[in-house]
C-alpha cells in the first residue's frame, strides 16, 4: 500500500506512472494517503470540499458539547511531528456524534456542515464511481497529519487524474485550513484543524470556516 497509489473502483491499484486514462467502467476514487493504526490501508478521496465549512453551527448542541469520546491530546504545533493522545481512528466518529446528539444530527446539513459534506460525499460524485459505494469518514486529527505528511504524493497523484480528467479529480489538496474530526479536550466549542499551508496544528473554534477531506479504509 504505497503512499500515492491510485484506487480504482474495484479496489486495484495503480501507481501514478503506471495511470495511462479513466476508464469509465473502472474509474479512480481514491488516493492511499497511509495505514491506520491496525495497519490497513487509507485512502483519501479525490475531491476536498469546493468551500469553508463550519465543523458545528455556532450555539448548536454540536458547538457546545464536549465529545469525550473522541478528544485528541496533541504534543507539538506542526503536523509534520507532533504525536497524539486519544481519538486517533476518525472512521467512528461521526457515529460517536449521532450517539450523543440524534437531534442535532439528524439535521446535520444545518447543524454539522462538514460532516454533511463528507457524509453526502458519494451522491455529490456517484457518477464518477461506477457504482462503488465507500464509507468516507472525516480524518482524526492524526490522520489528517498523516496526510499533510504525504501531500507531496497525493498531490502527484490528483495531479496526474486531474490532467486525464479534471472532473474526476482536483490538482492538489491545496493550502487551506482543513478539519478533523477530532475535538479538543481544552474547551468544549473547539475541534482541531491543520493549516496545509506550514503545517499548522491548531483548536479553532467549531463555527470557523475551514476545508474538509475524506478518508476511507481500503
Request: with cysteine; net charge negative; charged share 15%.
Amino acid at each position: 500500500y504505497t503512499v500515492g497509489k491510485i484506487v480504482l473502483a474495484d479496489k486495484t491499484l495503480k501507481s501514478k506512472d503506471e495511470y495511462a486514462g479513466i476508464d469509465s467502467s473502472n474509474p479512480p476514487v481514491a488516493i492511499i494517503c497511509g495505514v491506520n493504526e491496525y495497519g490497513a490501508a487509507i485512502g483519501i478521496a479525490l475531491h476536498i470540499s469546493p468551500s469553508d465549512l463550519r465543523w458545528a453551527k455556532s450555539g448548536s448542541t454540536g458547538y457546545n458539547t464536549k465529545f469525550e469520546g473522541i478528544i485528541c491530546t496533541v504534543q507539538g504545533g506542526n503536523a509534520s511531528t507532533a504525536t497524539f493522545i486519544g481519538d486517533i481512528d476518525g472512521s467512528d466518529n461521526w457515529d460517536y456524534i449521532c450517539s450523543i446528539d440524534p437531534e442535532g444530527t439528524a439535521n446535520a446539513a444545518e447543524n454539522y456542515p462538514a460532516f454533511h459534506w463528507v457524509n453526502t460525499y458519494n451522491t455529490t460524485y456517484a457518477s464518477q464511481f461506477s457504482g462503488a459505494n465507500i464509507a468516507w469518514y472525516m480524518p482524526s486529527l492524526a490522520e489528517l497529519c498523516g496526510v499533510y505528511k504525504n501531500r507531496e504524493a497525493i498531490n502527484a497523484s490528483l495531479a496526474k487524474i486531474h490532467g486525464h480528467g479534471n472532473s474526476y479529480a482536483d490538482s492538489s489538496l491545496g493550502t487551506s485550513w482543513f478539519w478533523s474530526s477530532s475535538q479538543a479536550a481544552y474547551n468544549d466549542n473547539n475541534a482541531w484543524g491543520v493549516y496545509f499551508d506550514y503545517g499548522n496544528v491548531s483548536g479553532l473554534s467549531k463555527y470557523d470556516d475551514c476545508r474538509v477531506c475524506c478518508l476511507a479504509g481500503f
